[in-house]
């Protein structure tokens, strides 16, 4: 029942766009679910991420998990095309992954710029969670893909083009010329 009046307390987040100002931030909602929800769904609140474990575990809730094994596939798909891409070995612990998943891999590698390449890997994300989105508006689960779903735009909203260009430069340089260097902040 509290799920019903937290849910429709809830600003949409549909049709965010990329220059739109998000109607909530993630501590309002955090602190919101504190007010409403049980422990139990609390703990899976705080625990909320949009980069799961590399091994598998178990959550309360059948929408994480296949969110966090939806993600987890696509972190080794990435991993693998990169690999590939260096003529470097990468061991994918017997996975198969789908064909599909590789494709966006694939093109995300070879994408012109990183910023490009996460807009891409971004909008792949959204719609993979949106095949996830709960039948049920007022559950838990509804609860937990609004929290995803709002971390993934939160996400891309820190992103900057110059201060991006900057960093991924320092890195490479360093990369290349063999020195260890940190990210611009």
Known sequence: MAEYYFMSQL????GIGENTTLPITEERFVELCQRFLD??????????????????EKSSSELLDAWYKAE????FALAKVRADKMKKNFDMESKNLPVELVKV???????????E???????YRLEALELLRPMN???KDSVFYYGLKLKLLSRMKKFNADIGEAAY???YNSIINGERLEAIQ
Request: hydrophobic share 35%.
């Open 11 to 14: 600003p949409s987040l549909d």
């Open 137 to 139: 508006t007022f559950s």
């Open 105 to 115: 891999a694939r093109t995300a590698v070879e994408a012109d710029s990183p910023l």
């Open 39 to 56: 422990k139990k769904a609390q703990l899976e609140i705080n625990k909320l991420t949009i980069t799961p474990p590399r091994e598998y």
């Open 72 to 75: 987890r596939e696509l972190r």
């Open 117 to 123: 390449a996460e807009k891409l890997l971004n909008r």
């Open 169 to 171: 430069k320092n890195i």
